[in-house]
């Protein structure tokens, strides 16, 4: 019997990455591939990266430069990089990186065992189009795996917004939504391999408009419900929002499916109407605020998180301070904020106005203050209340085990009966920065 070829993946930047991650790794199970931890243990590496923010083509050709030493001791050795920056950059990186055998785009991994055959031949490989069929219903299915019990899902992906610091509607391509039936298909499939929770992923996820079974196109929040019936999942999120496609029957879900969990990440990258108006949000600060008020009226408990850019081009002192403001109306529980950083092929990267760097350093450590104060005072308020965790994995200690409370705060509780898996109420007794002790009520 020959060894199953050792397939090691490297995953950068966003959740989407993490799922495309895994089909990746399943298709390529169908070609007899077997996950590694260990690159320098390897038959294939793949590199997933992530276009987003800064130099990032620059750190993956230095990771691939990292490679050379493995691929000098076992030439058979070969080495992919898939995702946004193999999106961006195409050709590119077999010129720069003679090392490099694969260049896969987001759109086409389906087509990676081919690729992979090729590859294997000797040939070198590159795919960045934009297909016309559709990935998922083309990927080749490797072992059906017990899964962990929280899961991503992809429903929608793509991005039609065109902020104009953004490379993501360029990587990504035009907002497609994935049919209602093969999401229910793919959601009882992680539910019978163990799932309880399901996190719905899309660029834009709010936007999501899949074609039904009946040939309506189905809103999220009826995506939402539809997957509420299914029997063993316990819990449903979604994640990334825009708050001009947050529609009413989707705030109405926060009220009424016992299912969807109160925790909504919608970024609004900036609390300035001038700069939000320059990167072509298409909202203002005031119509963010009372987004989330509708919100906190479904929901009260909601527990808000977002992205920030400071150092737009053009980003005032006022400017700036009108993002603090935000922040001090709003009150995240979670937030995520950046330098902004001029991205290639983007409107906003030909403007000559740039914010002095160490101006924009500045004004992060400040945000990120503010946040990080905001972030602490959530934590400490769960402090005496119950929560609701989804226990995920066995913790550091003996006998511990660790999940996610409704709010997607981390917990640990001393519970050696606890199974992974199993849902139950927790007394919160010590907050963290990053995480919760609690005991079983
Ligand atoms: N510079 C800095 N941050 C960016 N983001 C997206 N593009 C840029 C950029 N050019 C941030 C936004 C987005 C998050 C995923 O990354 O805040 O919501
Ligand atoms: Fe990028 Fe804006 Fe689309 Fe989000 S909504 S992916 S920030 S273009």
Not at 29 to 36: I, N, Q
Request: charged share 25%; proline share 6%; net charge neutral.
């Amino acid at each position: 019997m020959t060894e199953p070829k050792k397939l090691f993946v490297k995953t950068y930047g966003c959740q989407m990455n993490v799922y495309d991650s895994e089909r990746m790794a399943e298709a390529l199970g169908a070609s007899g591939y077997v996950p590694t931890d260990r690159a320098d243990d390897a038959d294939m590496i793949l590199l997933n990266t992530c276009h987003i923010r800064e130099k990032a083509a620059e750190k993956v050709y230095s990771e691939l430069g990292r490679f050379k030493p493995l691929k000098a001791a076992k030439p058979d050795l070969k080495i992919g990089v898939a995702g946004c920056v193999a999106q961006a950059e195409g050709e590119e990186i077999m010129r720069r990186q003679p090392m490099v055998d694969l260049v896969v785009g987001p759109q086409t991994y389906h087509r990676l065992p081919e690729m992979e055959r090729a590859v294997r031949a000797g040939a070198r490989a590159v795919d960045t189009e934009f297909p016309p069929e559709d990935k998922f219903a083309h990927l080749p299915r490797g072992p059906r795996a017990r899964r962990a019990p929280a899961a991503f899902l992809t429903v929608q992906e793509g991005c039609d917004k065109f902020c104009s610091f953004c490379v993501v509607p360029y990587t990504r391509g035009a907002e497609v939504s994935r049919p209602a039936e093969r999401v229910l298909a793919e959601a009882r499939d992680l539910v019978d391999r163990g799932v309880r929770e399901i996190t719905l992923l899309g660029q834009n996820v709010n936007a999501y408009h899949g074609a039904g079974e009946d040939g309506s196109e189905w809103s999220l929040a009826r995506l939402i419900d539809a997957l509420a019936a299914i029997d063993g999942l316990a819990r449903i999120r979604f994640t990334t929002s825009h708050p001009n496609d947050m529609r009413d029957d989707l705030i109405g879900a926060f009220a009424t499916q016992p299912k969807l969990m109160p925790y909504l990440h919608l970024p609004v990258q900036a609390g300035s109407d001038r700069i939000l108006k320059r990167m072509n949000r298409k909202h203002t600060a005031e119509s963010y605020i009372r987004l989330i008020e509708r919100l906190r009226a479904a929901r009260p408990d909601l527990l808000l998180s977002g992205d920030f850019i400071v150092g737009f081009p053009g980003e005032t002192e006022a400017d700036f301070e009108d993002t603090l403001a935000l922040v001090r109306t709003v009150g995240y529980g979670q937030a995520y904020s950046f330098k902004y950083s001029p991205r290639p092929g983007t409107p906003a990267a030909e403007r000559a106005d740039m914010v002095d760097d160490a101006v924009a350093s500045d004004r992060l450590a400040r945000l990120q203050a503010l946040l990080t104060e905001q972030q602490r005072a959530a934590q400490a308020a769960m402090v005496g209340r119950e929560a609701s965790v989804l226990f995920e994995k066995p913790g550091r200690m003996p006998g511990q085990m660790v999940g996610k409370s409704e709010y997607l705060q981390a917990v640990h509780v001393t519970a050696p009966q606890i199974a992974a898996g199993e849902i139950a109420r927790v007394r919160i007794v010590e907050a963290a920065p990053n995480s919760l002790a609690g005991a079983l009520v």
